[in-house]
């Protein structure tokens, strides 16, 4: 029988592994903006992202104690805060802009996000760009500027939203973000980056969490956990693909 079983495993090319991996990391992440958006309505923004990545950091310390601090010692930690500093930037003007946006325009502007990735990787990590991944690009961007270009004041009746236009500019941050994780797969594995990132933005976050801090109803203590779950196993994927 485990003859058998051996002679069945499938073995993915890379590639397609690494396809899967983003699948599921997308999957993840829209059931998280919709969670968010529901609690940002009730809580203030600031508030909401700083408890979405303290849950982050809580799921994962259980896995922590069982390996060891030993085993989630980066070996570039100024790498890690920078990595950090810089999601965080991404994560105030997503959250700011969040309450103000229906999902559906909140989604479309996050397909932003590969765009500016593959572009990034071919300007500052030299990954090659051939002219379908170009036209990929160039359609992928004409289908968000359908969706949200007259709400960003760029169609007859544009109404040149700013929680669009803020929605908006995190995406190249968030991409620089995702950028600097690339480069740190060099020398750390999946969860030193994971549990460090939700160490990082969790303090950078703090401080404005606590100017404008509410306190939350039990029912909204569990989304935030439910949140948590669903971030930090999001970012793994991202990270592994």
Known sequence: MTGWLHARTVHLPPTVRGLMWSAASGMLFCILNATMRGLTQHLPPMQSQFLRYVFGLLVMLPLVWRA?????????????????????????????????????????????????????????????????????????????????????????????????????????????????????TRTENTGVIVVWQALSVTLFSLPAALWVWQWPTPWQWLAFAVCGLLGSSGHYCLTRS
């Open 68 to 184: 060891g601090l030993a085993a989630y010692r980066p070996h570039n930690l100024p790498g890690q805060f920078t990595r950090g500093a810089v999601h965080t930037l991404g994560l105030i003007c997503w959250f700011l802009a969040l309450p103000h946006l229906p999902l559906a325009d909140t989604t479309a502007i996050g397909f932003t996000g590969p765009l500016f990735i593959m572009i990034g990787a071919w300007l500052f990590l030299r990954e090659p760009m051939h002219w379908d991944r170009w036209l990929a690009t160039a359609i992928g961007f004409i289908g968000v500027l359908i969706v949200v270009g007259p709400k960003l004041g760029l169609g007859p009746g544009g109404s040149g939203g700013g929680w669009h236009l803020l929605m908006l500019a995190s995406a190249p941050v968030f991409s620089a973000s995702y950028l600097i994780t690339k480069t740190l």
